[in-house]
Every structure is written in C-alpha cells, then in structure tokens.
C-alpha cells in the first residue's frame, strides 16, 4: 500500500508565506509525476502546480511567480513554497502522485489534505 502524508498548512495573514510538504511512503517501485491540488467547498479540486519525475513543472495561471513547486526523489517528497499569499489562496491543498507499488502498475494517490486560511 503507498500513503501521502501532507503537513505544513496553516493560518497565514495576506502577503505570509507557506511551505507545504508531502511524503510518500509504503511499497512504492517508482514515484513519477507529483502535483499539489486545492479545494475549496462546492467548488472542483483545482490542479495548482506539477513536477515530474525529471523536475519539470506546470503551474496554474493564478500561482504563476508566487509558487514553486520542487521535490527530493530521495526522500520521495513533493513541496510546495507558497509566497505572496491571497484570501483567494484559502483551500484545501491536496497531493497528488503517480505511483507504481511493487507488484503493480501505476496508479494515482491522493493525500489527505492539509488546511490553509489565508486571512487578516
């Protein structure tokens, strides 16, 4: 079995900044791609930004040049260092990866999420 675990939300006043983390653990024979997703209530989850195995990334239009998103292939973890945060950043962020577990194909995981308020 192959778990994400995220942490580093939190409560942040407007213009803080944030790190977010996500290990991955369990049987896993090949971590590729990795992404941070959010969500806020009665809204879809929303790709925020993605990396792939070889360090490329994408980032959604609304994150472009206050986000990054980097990993540690080692230590099979995904960041995410949110700078400049809005209101508008207060969601749910969730981890996403593409997993092979020994004995298996790929398949994607999701993590639990981790809470961020953006707030004065």
């Known amino acids: 079995q192959v778990q994400l675990v995220e942490s580093g939300g939190g409560l942040v006043q407007p213009g803080g900044s944030l790190r977010l983390s996500c290990a991955a653990s369990?049987?896993?024979?090949?971590?590729?791609?990795m992404a941070w997703y959010r969500q806020v209530p009665g809204k879809s989850r929303e790709l925020v930004a993605g990396?792939?195995?070889?360090?490329?990334?994408t980032y959604a239009e609304f994150v472009k040049g206050r986000f990054t998103i980097s990993r540690d292939n080692a230590n099979k973890t995904v960041y995410l260092q949110m700078n400049t945060l809005k209101p508008e950043d207060t969601a749910g962020y969730y981890c996403?990866?593409?997993?092979?577990?020994?004995?298996?194909?790929?398949?994607?995981?999701w993590g639990q999420g981790t809470r961020v308020t953006v707030s004065s």
């Open positions: 996403n990866a593409k997993v092979a577990a020994y004995g298996s194909g790929y398949r994607f995981y």
């Open positions: 369990g049987r896993i024979f090949s971590l590729d791609d």
């Open positions: 990396i792939t195995s070889a360090g490329s990334t």
